[in-house]
């Protein structure tokens, strides 16, 4: 079974500091890649989402990720943080063909004014 | 924009009571899946159903069981409630094809078993 990682649990920055947090997966085969946010109290959202081309992605609120196929890896960058980017990231993989997103454990972003 | 209403946000239940969870999506979606969310596991798959009658075994199926009637209504039940169970639960919806696929949330419900 396909597995997520998500290297960093809790991460604390000041703002206009950059962001960038780790995804690997474990799945060898095509892949479609999330990062998800969950604001406090808020429902779970999608950032952006990778399915094929550029491996390089733009999301909402100045969010990227880039995908590297040859690390497994998706990680999530922001250039400049905000108080209000402080939530909860998931990152998540569908292999391709599976119905089926498998997230990583999150990880819990605060933002201090 | 696609929506998926649980029916409780919160709830409070005695252990050993069956309890119901619904969720409901408006958009068509083949595919439902329920979740339950807790701090430092992330989200864990209990079911999930493809189809009208379908359903699959996630991760963590024991102690629940789900039914889909309808496409658009998907169901959690826990058949005798424990307070391993109290979490905060998720359900969603999804396309099968398509380039979207993505998952849409929706709120949670917060289930304590006292």
């Known amino acids: 079974a396909q597995s997520v990682s998500q290297h960093n649990h809790h991460v604390i920055l000041s703002e206009a500091a950059s962001l960038e947090l780790g995804c690997n997966y474990s799945?060898?085969?095509?892949?479609?890649l999330f990062w998800y946010v969950q604001y406090p109290g808020q429902h779970l959202q999608l950032l952006l989402k990778?399915?094929?081309?550029?491996?390089l992605v733009k999301g909402i609120k100045g969010f990227e990720a880039e995908f590297i196929k040859s690390k497994f890896s998706f990680n999530l960058r922001k250039p400049s943080v905000q108080w209000s980017d402080t939530a909860e990231y998931f990152c998540?993989?569908?292999?391709?063909?599976?119905?089926?997103?498998?997230f990583g454990r999150g990880t819990s972003l605060i933002v201090h004014p | 924009d696609v929506k998926v209403t649980q029916s409780s946000r919160y709830l409070v239940k005695r252990t050993g009571e069956k309890v119901f969870l619904e969720c409901v999506q408006d958009m068509d979606h083949e595919n439902m899946f329920w979740y339950r969310q807790d701090p430092g596991l992330g989200l864990r798959l209990i079911y999930f159903s493809y189809d009208v009658k379908m359903k699959e075994k996630g991760d963590i199926p024991e102690g629940y069981s789900v039914s889909r009637e309808k496409k658009e209504r998907f169901s959690l039940i826990l058949e005798s409630a424990s307070t391993n169970q109290t979490s905060m639960y998720l359900c969603?919806?999804?396309?099968?094809?398509?380039?979207?696929?993505?998952?849409?949330f929706g709120q949670g419900t917060r289930l304590t078993v006292v």
């Open positions: 799945y060898g085969g095509t892949v479609n």
């Open positions: 990778y399915f094929s081309g550029d491996p």
């Open positions: 969603a919806s999804s396309l099968t094809q398509g380039a979207g696929g993505e998952a849409f």
């Open positions: 998540a993989v569908r292999p391709g063909g599976s119905y089926i997103p498998t």
